[in-house]
């Protein structure tokens, strides 16, 4: 046992290095999963269904609507069927509800980033009407992640709340 837990930091350099780009889109994306998740949980239950102003999606539906995309960018990256069969972000309100499916998305999308290699990356699946690498695919997930969270953040701001990003680090 002493000698796997001595050997495991050797062998997660050896494999950044010879997977420099999928670790890095890796990274980036863990980075931001943290965050969104602990906006879900962070986020009182009476304020998931706050919206900046009227014509935007609420709280909780920017959860939904993460939840459902993330799915649907890890199929396509791994060349799968999307396993989500319903639209989170209409057909779930409560913040357990929501905050479930989003990890529950993430946990999908963990198999994903986890099975990904330089090689395999580049590979390029159908998304819609154009081949794509899968690590572009990735990547546009992460970024859609992003800029949700950016909305998230308005959204926790505007409640007095301190965005996952901003909180002192431990």
């Given at each position: 046992m002493k000698k796997l837990l001595i050997l495991a930091p050797l062998a997660l350099s050896l494999m950044a290095q010879s997977n420099p780009i999928s670790t890095a889109v890796k990274a980036n994306y863990t980075g931001i999963k943290n965050n969104l998740v602990k906006?879900?949980?962070?986020?009182p239950e009476e304020l998931y269904s706050f919206k900046a102003t009227a014509d935007v999606r609420g709280f909780g539906q920017l959860i939904g609507h993460v939840a459902n995309a993330a799915y649907?960018?890890?199929a396509a990256a791994a060349g799968e069927k999307n396993p989500n069969t319903?639209?989170?972000e209409k057909e779930k309100t409560s913040k357990a509800d929501l905050s479930q499916a989003?990890?529950?998305a993430f946990a999908f999308c963990d198999t994903v980033y986890d099975g990904m290699t330089d090689a395999k990356g580049a590979e390029l699946v159908k998304r819609g009407n154009n081949e794509v690498a899968r690590l572009g695919i990735l990547v546009s997930n992460s970024t859609h992640m992003n800029e949700h969270y950016g909305n998230i953040v308005?959204?926790?701001r505007l409640k007095n709340l301190v965005p996952p990003s901003s909180e002192p680090r431990k």
């Open positions: 906006s879900a949980d962070k986020m649907s960018y890890c319903i639209n989170i989003l990890k529950d308005t959204y926790m």
